[in-house]
């Protein structure tokens, strides 16, 4: 039984999740320290996606606890809207709000959720698309953009919100591979200024080089977890040898059944 | 000989193809010529285009009439597309009855005819209400059952709309920390309403041709509409040219909101802001 941990920015415990018949979490625990960034690879349908939107409880789980900054979440009675605001999620389709501006995108919460006055919001909103790289863009709006500045914009507004941890599930994969390098660069700056991160990737050198800890995941469950060093440069399990061979040498990959 | 018979010449396709649209405009110059010399010109000039009774009607066509029109038009469909958005809303709730209620509404004032629905409101409500009077009078009536009748429809339009706005907007702005009523406001619906605008605009013209409808909540004479004007005006003087002055003045309307919505639904389907 694992217990709670009051300094973990997010702690998951027996978690499990179906949809109907189908089990796609069967039982995850882990736990991502202040500071930390955590790494989670695995195949398609391994659960990954499912996994990091039940820490914001985009999905809810079927059973199991979490706990962001020491509040729990899966509480029924929980204020879900104000726990959502200290959690920043970053998705592989970008998601921005097409009829609002740059800047309208990255202020729009700010303003209604948590109330800040429209000059505050503004400011905000142009230092953390300076952070990102778009100060020249807060006019533009996202379809003008290209998918690695939509990404851009996508986490600006999601760190104007300061929220206290980062999801990204696979923020460079709907990407063409000239653009990955911008996206990743903000990351890992952000990483170094700090953030908590968790961050579901296929980009082992981002993984190799960003992360604290790479959790590997197979069927619903964690297989491994350890240092990239560990996990990706000498893994113990055949099934993670497996997936990485295929992920970083695709060409090699050997037909399953 | 060869052993197989001489092929009557084949027609390329050019020449197939000529032949087949020369064969379809002679059949449409043989109608209209036909028609042309079967019409009695004399009577249909002064029956329908007669100079001297169609002078009669202005001003009075378009200061009372269109303006009528437009005015019921104009207010009928402000409530119906306020009354849609909730119907909508409600069609999507979560709330079992509020989905019951607002497809019971949806059917019934689809399914019934909008004239059925006008007598209803123009004698049936004053019968059972006594002494219920609508802001507004006949204006207030007819607002109210043009909003009934065409929010049934702008309901399932919007309906669909906010459907079509994919589920990675609402997840967004849930993940910023919004309710789901505040991202329904900020995100969702100003996104649908968009889609929504070529429809919307077909709905308006539907709407404007069936503003003639108020005639049955029974209306006094500055409250007659176009068609209503026309028609009097017409018994009136024996002669049926007000009618084709009031038919100008709904073209000069239809036509151009009708090319309104199929540019702007064109451009949607450009993909364009
Ligand atoms: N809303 C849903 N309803 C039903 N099944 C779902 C739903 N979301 C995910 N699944 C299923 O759950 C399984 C795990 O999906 P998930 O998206 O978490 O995988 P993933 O590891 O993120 O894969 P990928 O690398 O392809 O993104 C898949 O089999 C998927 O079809
Ligand atoms: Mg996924």
């Known amino acids: 039984m694992t217990t709670v941990n009051d300094s973990a920015a997010v702690q998951v415990i027996e978690l499990y999740k179906a949809f109907g018949d189908l089990e796609v979490l069967r039982g995850i625990d882990f736990e991502v320290r202040r500071g930390e960034v955590v790494c989670v690879i695995g195949p398609s349908g391994s659960g990954k996606s499912t996994l990091l939107r039940c820490v914001n409880l985009l999905e809810e789980p079927t059973e199991g606890n979490v706990y962001v900054g020491g509040v729990e979440l899966t509480d029924p009675d929980v204020d879900i809207d104000a726990a959502r605001r200290r959690i920043g999620m970053v998705f592989q389709q970008f998601n921005l709000f097409p009829h609002l501006s740059v800047l309208a995108n990255v202020t729009i919460a700010q303003r209604k959720v948590l109330r800040r006055p429209a000059v505050e919001a503004d400011r905000i909103a142009r230092e953390n698309l300076a952070r990102v790289g778009l100060a020249d863009k807060v006019d533009a709006y996202p379809a003008q953009l290209s998918g690695g500045q939509q990404q851009r914009v996508a986490i600006a507004r999601a760190l104007a919100m300061g929220p206290e941890v980062m999801l990204f599930d696979e923020p460079t994969s709907a990407l063409d591979p000239e653009l990955v390098g911008d996206v990743l660069g903000v990351m890992r700056k952000l990483a170094l200024d700090g953030m908590t991160m968790l961050v579901v990737t296929h980009e082992m050198s981002f993984a190799r080089e960003v992360a604290d800890r790479v959790v590997f995941m197979d069927g619903g469950v964690i297989v491994e977890e350890g240092p990239p060093s560990k996990v990706i440069g000498d893994p113990a399990h055949e099934r993670t040898r497996r997936f990485l061979s295929r992920v970083l040498d695709p060409a090699a990959a050997e037909i399953e059944d | ?273």
């Not at chain 2, 609508?134 to 709309?161: D, F, H, K, Q």
């Not at chain 2, 036509?255 to 309104?260: K, N, V």
């Open chain 2, 1 to 273: 000989m060869t052993q197989h018979a001489e092929a009557a010449p084949r027609l390329t396709r050019r020449q197939r193809r000529r032949l087949i649209l020369g064969g379809e405009y002679g059949i449409f110059i043989i109608a209209v010529v036909l028609a042309a010399s079967l019409a009695d010109w004399g009577a249909l000039k002064t029956n329908f285009a007669e100079w001297r009774v169609a002078k009669t009607v202005f001003p009075d066509i378009i200061t009372v009439g269109l303006r009528n029109t437009l005015l019921f038009t104009v207010t009928g469909f402000g409530l119906g597309l306020i009354t849609g958005l909730v119907l909508a809303l409600m069609r999507l709730s979560s709330v079992p009855p509020y989905r019951w209620f607002a497809l019971a509404y949806i059917e019934v004032f689809r399914g019934l005819p909008a004239l059925l629905i006008f007598i209803f409101m123009g004698t049936g409500i004053p019968l059972a209400f006594p002494g219920t009077n609508l802001p507004g009078g006949v204006y207030g009536t007819a607002a109210v059952a043009l909003g009934a009748v065409s929010a049934a429809y702008m309901a399932e339009t919007i309906r669909a709309g906010i459907q079509a706005v994919p589920r990675g907007q609402m997840e967004a702005a849930r993940t910023l920390g919004m309710s789901q009523g505040r991202a329904m406001r900020s995100i969702i619906i100003p996104q649908a309403l968009r889609i929504v605008i070529p429809p919307l605009t077909s709905e308006l013209v539907l709407l404007f041709k069936d503003s003639s409808l108020v005639l049955f909540l029974g209306i006094t004479l500055e409250q007659r509409e176009l068609a209503k004007f026309a028609q009097d005006a017409a018994s009136q003087q024996g002669n049926t040219t007000p009618i084709i002055v009031a038919a100008i003045c709904y073209l000069l309307i239809t036509i151009p909101l009708s090319h309104l919505a199929r540019r702007l639904e064109a451009r949607q389907k450009r993909g364009q802001r």
